[in-house]
Every structure is written in structure tokens, then in C-alpha cells.
């Protein structure tokens, strides 16, 4: 049985504002986040996740719970 739940690396931008005066500011930072693909509607499940290894933890406990579900079905 494939996994309904999936792990997907998404880029995040962080731009630094500058405030009244300042003529030069920060170039933004190139970053990464997680979220939890649902692979049957393509949308996302929660919030986010920072590290890839929490994302991984909560996508292998939704893929746990939903195999539960389709067995007593």
C-alpha cells in the first residue's frame, strides 16, 4: 500500500524590511521548510515544519493511523 501522506520541501524567502532613514537593508535569506502533502486531494495537511526529521516523525504517524483506518474499513 502506497503512502497517502508524503513530505514536500518547499523554499521560503525571508525579506528583510528597512526602516525610514535607512538607505541600504539586508539581502533576503534563502531558506527551506516541510509540509505534508495529502497525495489523494493534493492538499496540505498543518502548518509547516522547520527540520525535514519533524515532518518525517508526524507524515510516518498520519500514513500509521490511515493504514489502521483502511484495514478495519
Not at 53 to 65: F, G, I, M, P, T
Amino acid at each position: 500500500m502506497e503512502d497517502i501522506f508524503v513530505v514536500k520541501r518547499c523554499n521560503k524567502i525571508i525579506i528583510h524590511g528597512r526602516r525610514a532613514g535607512e538607505n541600504d537593508h539586508l539581502p533576503p535569506d534563502a531558506e527551506v521548510w516541510y509540509r505534508i502533502a495529502d497525495t489523494r486531494t493534493q492538499g496540505f495537511i498543518g502548518d509547516g515544519y522547520d527540520t525535514e526529521e519533524d515532518a518525517q516523525r508526524v507524515c510516518r504517524q498520519l500514513n500509521a493511523k490511515s493504514q489502521v483506518t483502511a484495514r478495519q474499513g
